[in-house]
């Protein structure tokens, strides 16, 4: 990796990208940093002192530390996540959204357009949730300082409306990335999120036990390479194209494969798991953490332990790789693309009997692709019952969360940066063979 970042540094063009990426990445952070209009930055700093585990520690891990800071872009990338989640979603459910994906570019556009409306409109509900928590004292239940100077409807509406307009930057941000610099800028800023706060877990664990923190970077050098190598695992099914003749020239009669991997869902179904089980931490804190159903979420969905909170987390991580990879990866369209193309599966018939095959193969592999998942998840709840340190489930450096980002996205960079390099090398190639005929 560091041989083609270095041979990357010598191409101009791909040096500027580079550089552009890295300017994008530091004006991210300055804005995760940046304290929104009306916040006590002073008393913020030390409630987060004090404030260790539990709801609050998940929203620093997804935030990159902005969220409780009350920071400008507070909310990062998550609204932007999901709302193509949901647009995802809704292609499968809405006609015209569907149509509009088969239109190619001009539908994509089209698409796109629709996320970021939608982004801007999911971005008002988790800042008015968080600034309607940080003006009652409840974003921090263990700390007694207002994190506002003033509680009044004005100032929690100027804060709601810096939020959300930080949103609509960090889009723009994760877009220009994506179009002038490396690599894809939404995955770039979420990874840049993680890797934030990636040092102040460690820090957490080597205070708790050095022996500890050794072993868990142990621990944590196996996981890295297990995780590479499930992220690269695929079943390659073998496709063979016929031979056809269009005016004087003849196409086809080439062999190639059609990838499958086995973690087809990604990260995905992780986000949405622990989205799902944050719903009832939050709504607990919503109810000032008194009465039946409050205390009832606090005994059975908040500890990483608990029978209730794992058969929880487990069933919903397998049911959401399931059906998020029911709703990217259509078997029936895939076998209608290669039969309008001349191609085939040896041994299997064109057509339908392509589509049965290409969704039994899926199933297959989506077994253990959620059983992967749902293995690289419970690594934070185990480090928790071993050290029985209740900051652990959150804090724990490799948990899956962390590791699936960390990996995922630092694989499919290089890769880039890996494909832009024999670009370059080949067009270099044809100019010198050009040059000595």
């Known amino acids: 990796m560091v041989n083609v970042l270095i041979r990357a540094f010598r191409v101009p063009d791909l040096r500027r990208k580079l550089l552009f990426t890295l300017a994008m990445i530091v004006v991210f952070r300055f804005g995760q940093v ?22 609050a520690d998940m929203l620093q891990l997804f935030s990159g530390g902005a969220l409780l800071k009350l920071s400008v872009f507070a909310l990062g990338i998550v609204p932007y996540i999901t709302a193509g989640i949901v647009l995802q979603l809704l292609t499968v459910m809405i006609p015209r959204l569907a149509a509009l994906k088969k239109e190619g570019r001009h539908g994509q556009a089209k698409i796109t357009q629709h996320t970021r409306y939608l982004t801007v409109g999911m971005a008002v509900i988790p800042a008015t949730t968080v600034v309607s928590l940080a003006g ?71 205070t708790l036990s050095p022996l500890g923190l050794a072993a868990m970077l142990g621990a944590g050098v196996f996981l890295v390479a297990a995780v590479v190598f499930m992220e690269q695992a695929q079943r390659r099914i ?97 076998a209608d693309d290669m039969r309008r193309y001349g191609g085939f599966v040896p041994g299997i018939r064109p057509g339908r009997p392509t589509a049965e095959y290409l969704a039994f ?15 690289l998840s419970l690594i934070p709840i185990i480090a928790f019952v071993l050290l029985r340190d209740p900051s652990t489930q959150q804090n724990f450096p490799f ?39």
């Open 361 to 375: 193969v899926l199933s297959r592999l989506t077994a253990p692709g959620a059983a992967y998942l749902a293995t």
């Open 34 to 55: 940046l304290p929104a209009p009306g916040v006590n930055v002073a008393a913020v700093r030390e409630c987060l002192a004090t404030t260790r585990g539990g709801f």
């Open 136 to 206: 009652s004292g409840r974003i921090f239940p263990t700390c007694d300082r207002q994190v506002l100077y003033d509680r009044g409807p004005l100032t929690a509406v100027v804060i709601v409306v810096t939020m959300v307009a930080g949103t609509s930057v960090v889009m723009w941000l994760g877009e220009l990335v994506t179009d002038r610099g490396i690599g894809n800028g939404m995955s770039i800023l979420v990874f840049t999120q993680v890797v934030a706060v990636f040092p102040s877990y460690v820090a957490n664990i080597f």
């Open 238 to 334: 073998p496709v063979q194209y016929a031979r056809r003749v269009v005016g004087r020239r003849m196409y086809g009669g080439t062999s190639t494969f059609l990838p499958l991997k086995v973690n087809q869902a990604g990260i995905v179904p992780v986000i949405f798991t622990t989205s799902m089980l944050s719903l009832p931490q939050l709504a607990a804190q919503f109810m000032g953490g008194t009465g039946p159903v409050a205390e009832w979420i606090a005994r059975n969905l908040v500890s990483g332990e608990h029978p209730v909170y794992l058969t929880a987390y487990l069933a919903l991580i397998a049911a959401f790789t399931y059906f998020y990879v029911s709703i990217t990866f259509d078997p029936a369209e895939i």
């Open 399 to 437: 948990g899956g969360t962390t590791i699936l980002i960390m990996v995922g996205v630092g694989l499919d960079t290089v890769k880039q940066i890996e494909a832009q390099l024999e670009q370059r090398t080949y067009k270099g190639f044809l100019k010198r063979s050009l040059s000595e005929v």
